[in-house]
């Protein structure tokens, strides 16, 4: 039998950034948009250590506040990427109302900050997202565009193609005879 297990993005680093400060006994808070503020100052030989530490899990401290934004925008859109129920609604209302700013106001910081629409950015996320659930191969493409709100299948394919340079089909082409020569070893 296969098991799946799920796991909520933003509070597995949380835990992680938590459980450092509390052993290195630095104070912190929460901030008002989910980032943890330092309460204790510290010497940059310190804080070096800390980014050493944190880059094996795949978080940063971030020193300058547009990017800090733009880490959250991108936050936010794996949580609707992620979440069947977010995805019914359009990412920029939930974008606008989560983080507290103007949608254009985030759209331009955003894009100054990497170079990417916010919608690029999604279209980027769904389309790891479809390439994961066609490795996982029990859905359907259709199941797998109504699964991520496109309004077809068609729709999703032209994106994962502009994305990835590869049909779907072929896409899974490789899939299964990576598949097929793994069981032949």
């Not at 039998?1 to 450092?20: F, N």
């Not at 390439?131 to 991520?148: A, D, H, N, Q």
């Not at 729709?155 to 032949?184: E, P, W």
């Amino acid at each position: 039998m296969k098991y799946t297990i799920s796991y909520q993005v933003p509070v597995l680093p949380q835990r992680i950034v938590m459980d450092y400060l509390d052993s290195n006994n630095i104070e912190f808070q929460y901030g008002t948009r989910g980032e943890i503020e330092l309460q204790t100052s510290l010497c940059e030989q310190k804080i070096s250590e800390m980014e050493h530490f944190f880059i094996h899990y795949g978080i940063e401290i971030i020193r300058d506040e547009k990017v800090f934004l733009a880490q959250r925008i991108k936050d936010v859109l794996a949580e609707i990427a992620y979440d069947d129920k977010r995805l019914k609604k359009t990412s920029s209302c939930h974008l606008a109302d989560h983080m507290g700013f103007s949608y254009a106001y985030l759209a331009g910081s955003f894009e100054r900050s990497t170079s990417y629409t916010i919608e690029k950015y999604l279209i980027m996320i769904k389309v790891e997202r479809a390439k994961r659930l066609i490795v996982e191969g029990e859905l359907t493409i259709k199941e797998i565009s109504m699964l991520m709100n496109y309004s077809s299948a068609g729709h999703m394919c032209k994106q994962f193609k502009k994305t990835t340079g590869l049909s779907v089909t072929s896409f899974r082409r490789i899939i299964d005879y990576k598949r097929n020569r793994v069981v032949r070893l």
